[in-house]
């Protein structure tokens, strides 16, 4: 049943500069699965979803997308495999229209759903700013672009880090109301959240990060208060 | 003199202004992408017009016809260059492809000694050369320098284009913003960097053959020209290619004005109007508006 799944995290060890941020962490999502990722400041979540993007590669361990291995493979070749980050702090390209930076999301031409169009049905705020340069955008504007633009490239595994970072609750909460829209589509996500309350509402299955290993799994409902902080705070 | 006679000198200063904006535009497309300053540039425009030389006289074409191959060969070298080298020493720290460069400057002089040796050439363009059109009564302007204008025009305009109406130059913008988000968009940028110096030595190649048809040149040019390729970018302002076309007319305008005063002052008094705008305004004078 393992082998059936979309992503497959197999024991890697990464490191952050030089200082090695995971350790041993295996991590599996099924095609329309939302995953959360959940730790504390430092617990190597961002670590992991650059792994898995290719931004960083593991020193040990696999990981293998559709079946295929991804470990060494360079962060342009998964997007075109079908795995999209929205980076933590939305890093939009500031000397470009949102429109533009929506139409690089596009470039690498996957077939699917996604399109500008569909992007503007999404978050229709996005479509009346279209044409303004990246930077005019709020902060929760900035994070519908950066989602919008990922969705761009139609991926099959969406990572979202730290949406809700710096963002008024009521954004956030309106971000979120969309992620199920985004889902319909067979998409599956991984959110890296320090928000537990908000990842655990929106996701199926959830993985706690404690000093770079995997202190706590299990399904959303399943888990308890008590267990989730013991595992976050290791105490 | 008569105030004829300066709108002439201007106007020799306007045109000739046009080639070092030419000689500017590709080393401020490949800094403004990847923040690598060639200082090769200048040996690759002097080489482009020893390739333009062994084409002419392999095929007896004329230089302007040989931009046909020449163009085309250059981008290839640039593309190659950048895969096979240059990307190797791109990274936090600027110094390796100064380095680099530098040495490859090194290198294209003196293979082109080694090839050619120091002897001057100059690329015949026949006919054209010495055609003429009459402005006012009193003003003439050469069919060659007046091409070479419009055509450097032509060239800042198709960047400009390509920049802010294609995927190529979104790709560019995208890239020179923001390295790693621009790989999480599928850009390999290996490939953007590629392009971007094919593109700059195809500039390169036009440079290179309009620079020998009026003057003479020999392998040990290069570095000159890259000076007032940099004077040029730095007058104009970084990153936008309209400030380079100005800062090279400004460079060109000023040089005529010294030579005109003293022929030993062209070179100094372009370098002289240099150094003041950038006391005054080091950012130059049409920099990129915002970030």
Redesign the interface.
Known sequence: MRDASLLNVKGIDAFYGDFQALFDVSLSVDAGQIVAVIGANGAGKSTLLKSI???THPHRGEILFGGAPITNA???DV??RGI??V?EGR?L????SVE?NL???G??RRPGPWTLARVYELFPVLAERRHL?A?ALSGGQQQMAAIG?ALM?NPRLLLCDEISLGLAPIVVREIYSRLPHVVTEGLSLIIVEQDIMQALRAASHVYCLQEGRVALQGPAHALTREAISAAYFGV | MTAMQWFNVVLQGVLIGGLYAMFASGLSLIFGVMRLVNIAHGDLIVLAAYISLMVTQALGVDPLTSLLLVVPIMALIGYALQRGLLNRTLGEDLLPPLLVTFGLSIIIQNGLLELFTADSRRLQAGAIEIQTIQLTQSVWVGALPLIQFVVAVAVIAGLQALFYKT?LG??F??T???Q??????????RHVFAMAMALSLAIVAIAGVFLAIRTNFDPAIGPARLIFGFEAVIIGGLGSMWGTLAGGIILGISQAIGAQIDPGWQLLAGHIVFLAILAVRPQGLFPKV??
């Open positions: 993007a290719g931004l360079p962060a342009f997007l075109n999209a980050l980076p890093r390209f500031p000397s470009l533009e139409l690089i999301g470039q690498s340069p930077p633009r490239s | 995927a979104r790709a913008r995208a020179s913003d923001d790693s988000v621009a790989q999480l968009m599928g850009l390999d940028t915002s970030g």
